[in-house]
């Protein structure tokens, strides 16, 4: 889950919106769904939910041929040769904050 338009691809509304139910038991509404590239891992169907505080990755929605390790208060992700993200422990979820990070030479922007 996202919440920026911007980060993701092939969007596709969602009318009507999906209520997504969050850790404190309220509920956002995702309005689109579309394709979430991070290097070179697709994740499909990933949800926009603008009024979410903190884009979320799911564990149950990692493509095939990655892994995760959970270390610590971090969790990251690797596929076969490096890791492609981390993820902080912030108050028992792991978030992925909006930074620059270099992955083999190249700068993504993960927000």
Request: glycine content about 4%; hydrophobic content about 45%; aromatic content about 10%.
């Amino acid at each position: 889950m996202v919440n920026s338009a911007s980060l993701l691809a092939n969007l596709w509304p969602l009318s009507p919106a999906k209520q997504i139910r969050i850790g404190n038991g309220d509920h956002l509404a995702a309005i689109a769904n579309g394709t979430l590239q991070i290097r070179d891992t697709t994740f499909a169907n990933a949800l926009l939910v603008p009024k979410l505080a903190s884009n979320l990755v799911s564990v149950y929605a990692t493509p095939f041929g990655y892994c995760w390790d959970f270390a610590q208060n971090q969790a990251t992700l690797y596929d076969e040769q490096s890791a492609l993200l981390t993820a902080h422990k912030i108050n028992d979820l792991y978030v992925v904050k909006a930074s620059y990070t270099t992955i083999s030479r190249q700068t993504a922007l993960i927000q």
